[in-house]
């Protein structure tokens, strides 16, 4: 394997050096996900504020990036998140990630802040940071345009108006609308006054065996030549809006219902039927899911530059806020990704505001499906004006501050558009995730609706989606298998489908050809549970605590109409699940002791681990 060394740079001072990545952390936590956070574990002091000076961004990527492998179209990007307080860890995908990979340095590490706004490029091998004069104050689709004019056949990671105003709900917009979203790392960026990152790469990523792995490489992809991804590349995501309200768990009147009578009018098959001028891919995939769409709506034009929205932005738009004006919601995804805001919050924000104004809370008046409002406030957020202000700290902080009991968030983080009382193993996963509300992490109990859902893992037998008996294992084991994807940095969609399309034997054999590391089923999952229990780890170090672990209190009313009206998540039974989810976790209180460190082979964490919280209790105390 090729020494990985990472981009080590200091905005503070303008230093830009190598950060070497031992050997034996590869061996142990492969890449993405676990060795950003191996770095995080290492770096960060615990006293941290996430938008201080002391806060470190890491982008990340696997041992695949920069391959073609399809599926391996992303990349991660992990620090402390200013909605959480804590750890966060966002995925991507695009271009970025096989072109930072193909640059010579497999991440980027950014410390301090700059004096000034400046721009960081890394081209045929040369890093170096650039005055960011004339993009900052921009948004992400001036900032490229003025980026690729100077740098063609490049890739850009970039914050908008959002980021640099450190809206909560800031996110990193890469390519103009691939989002690294949820955590808030948007906000982070712009408090370094890093305006953007640009990466073009020159070189060839070493692999242990070239030409096994390409021959492997193009197996795996007429694996996915079948027709089995037809639906997905036609409608993308949004394909399954109608088949979600039709089981009852779609999102509808900020999670109050779970069916939306107008599902079919902002559909994937409608959009394909109306705007969608197109279909975009991520480096080495021939899917082409990612939508691109041109339309108007209140007299804005709705441009393919911009991409097209998505399942998430569709629901949280759509069926959340009871609009189904599907021009609507592409202006608005338009809007979020030049400002850089999340999708999902802006929805969730948006959704909040409705109920508040119907119940007399606000003194806005926002009515529900008012597609002129969620425009308003998306604006408004943006731009940290009106109630956006309020809305740009934190959507949970403001809604203790008027006594709303409504807004949709855990840990601070607003709910994707997944509802867990139609999917209870996911509500466990919901409420003890280290980084708020995800789903990206989660058991999808309609994922083992199949027979023989994942056999090489003893998973044979459809389980109740309605249930949380005999859950707490089973949300162990795929949390462990999606975190092991993370550290590859793998696709959802092309990596985590069950039964007949299980991968990961193909996988397994790739990662050894790549990378000379051989591993087994049960040595994958342990890859998984030792990166999750990391992230876990600092969790822990940083301050969140173990009673944060429960669901907004709509989630134990039941669904009231359509597939899965009556079921509710009952709370003392979610609670004493939880206990045993942890006790399978081999963790106390909540968070992994030290012998489960010591069985994950993390004995070296130990007292890093125990610096960190004695650093940040005494802070807190």
């Not at 620090?79 to 193909?102: C, M, N, Q, W």
């Not at 063609?152 to 103009?176: F, M, P």
């Not at 992809?221 to 590349?233: I, T, V, Y």
């Not at 308003?376 to 403001?398: P, T, W």
Request: net charge negative.
């Amino acid at each position: 394997m090729e020494i990985s060394s990472y981009l080590d740079v200091d905005l503070s001072s303008g230093s830009l050096s190598d950060y070497p990545i031992p050997d034996h952390w590869l061996n142990l936590y492969l890449g993405g996900r676990g060795i950003g956070a191996r770095i995080l574990l290492e770096e960060l002091a615990g006293t941290e504020d996430p938008l201080s000076e002391g806060n470190i961004l890491v982008f990340a990527t696997g041992p695949f990036q920069g391959t073609g492998l399809l599926g391996a179209g992303r990349h991660a990007v992990l620090s402390l998140s200013p909605k959480t307080g804590s750890i966060a860890d966002s995925y991507v995908g695009g271009y970025f990630g096989h072109e930072l990979a193909r640059t010579g340095y497999h991440g980027i590490i950014v410390r301090g802040i700059s004096p000034d706004p400046v721009v960081l490029a890394i081209v045929e091998g040369k890093p170096e940071l650039l005055s960011a004069d004339d993009t900052w104050g921009q948004g992400t689709g001036k900032t490229e345009e003025i980026l690729k004019h100077r740098y063609a056949r490049s890739h850009i990671a970039s914050i908008g108006i959002a980021g640099e105003n450190l809206v909560q709900s800031a996110c990193i917009i890469h390519d103009r609308s691939r989002a690294a979203g949820r955590p808030g790392l948007g906000a982070v960026m712009g408090s370094k006054r890093l305006k953007a990152v640009v990466v073009r790469g020159h070189r060839e990523k070493n692999l242990y065996d070239r030409d096994r792995f390409q021959r492997e490489r193009i197996a795996y992809s007429r694996l996915f030549l079948d027709g089995s991804m037809e639906a997905l590349s036609s409608h993308g995501t949004a394909g399954f809006v109608v088949p979600l309200s039709e089981s009852g768990i779609l999102p509808t009147r900020n999670f109050q219902q779970g069916t939306y009578e107008d599902a079919k009018l902002i559909s994937g098959e409608t959009m394909a039927d109306t705007i969608l001028v197109g279909r975009e891919s991520c480096a080495g995939c021939p899917i082409r899911c990612k939508r691109q769409v041109r339309t108007t709506s209140m007299g804005r034009d709705v441009t393919p530059d911009f991409g097209g929205p998505e399942y998430e932005t569709v629901a949280a738009f759509g069926s959340l806020c009871l609009n189904n004006d599907l021009s609507a919601i592409a202006l608005a995804n338009q809007l979020c990704n030049d400002y850089g805001i999340d999708t999902i919050s802006a929805g969730v924000a948006c959704a909040f505001l409705m109920e508040a104004s119907e119940k007399g809370i606000i003194e806005e008046d926002i009515k529900w499906g008012d597609r002129e409002a969620i425009i308003r406030v998306i604006e408004q957020i943006a731009h940290r004006e009106g109630v956006g202000d309020n809305i740009a700290d934190g959507l949970e902080s403001f809604a203790e501050k008027i006594g709303a009991r409504h807004a949709m968030t855990i840990k601070g983080v607003e709910l994707p558009m997944h509802e867990p009382r139609g999917k209870q193993g996911l509500a466990i996963s919901y409420a003890t995730s280290y980084r708020g509300a995800t789903h990206m992490e989660a058991m999808h109990d309609t994922s083992l609706d199949i027979d023989e859902p994942a056999p090489e893992l003893g998973v044979r037998r459809i389980r109740d989606r309605f249930s949380l008996a005999d859950k707490s294992d089973m949300v162990k084991l795929f949390e462990d298998l999606r975190s092991f994807e993370n550290s590859l940095i793998l696709c959802a969609f092309t990596s985590r489908r069950l039964g007949k399309y299980y991968k990961y034997p193909e996988l397994r054999s790739l990662l050894e050809a790549a990378s000379g590391i051989s591993i087994s089923a049960s040595d994958m999952l342990k890859i998984g549970e030792r990166n999750y229990t990391l992230l876990q780890l600092l969790r822990k170090c940083i301050g969140l605590k173990q009673e944060e672990d429960k669901l907004p209190e709509r989630f134990h009313e039941p669904l009231p109409s359509g597939a899965s009206a009556g079921h509710a998540v009952d709370q003392h039974e979610l609670q004493e699940t939880i206990k045993k989810y942890y006790t399978n976790r081999g963790y106390a209180d909540g968070s992994p002791n030290t012998n489960t460190l010591r069985a994950l082979g993390m004995e070296e964490c130990i007292p890093r681990a125990r610096s960190l919280e004695n650093r940040s209790k005494t802070t807190r105390e």
